[in-house]
Nanobody, 127 residues
Framework: QVQLVESGGGLVQAGGSLRLSCAPS????????MAWFRQAPGKDREFVAA????????YYADPVKGRFTISRDNAKNMVYLQMNSLKPEDTAVYHC????????????????????WGLGTRVTVSS
């Protein structure tokens, strides 16, 4: 069984920064495409950022462009989300997602594309 585990969430003031990390645990697992989604209270889970296995394709949701940066370390099988200039509307539980097949090495903003999900890490931005 593979589980993705997120870390790095917390409480921060508007304008501050946080860095989220995600790594798989459990059986040996090679993550291909990886992504971050978020879910605010009372809202659907929405796409934040995605990165292909080779990092040559990266996508961002419009609300986070220019503020968030997704990156990965394939040697460690990890993905990161650097969040700068945080706003109260960024408050949500942030979930990591990954695919486990080479044919899904490219990135996608679609929730249904991903095979594995983490339970999330909470980010709260105060005004």
């Amino acid at each position: 069984q593979v589980q993705l585990v997120e870390s790095g969430g917390g409480l921060v003031q508007a304008g501050g920064s946080l860095r989220l990390s995600c790594a798989p645990s459990g059986r040996t697992f090679s993550a291909y495409a990886m992504a971050w989604f978020r879910q605010a209270p009372g809202k659907d889970r929405e796409f934040v950022a995605a990165i292909s296995w080779s990092a040559d394709n990266i996508y961002y949701a419009d609300p986070v462009k220019g503020r968030f940066t997704i990156s990965r370390d394939n040697a460690k099988n990890m993905v990161y989300l650097q969040m700068n200039s945080l706003k109260p509307e960024d408050t949500a539980v942030y979930h990591c997602a990954a695919t486990d097949r080479l044919i899904k090495a490219d990135a996608s903003p679609s929730r249904s594309y991903y095979d594995y999900w983490g339970l999330g890490t909470r980010v709260t931005v105060s005004s």
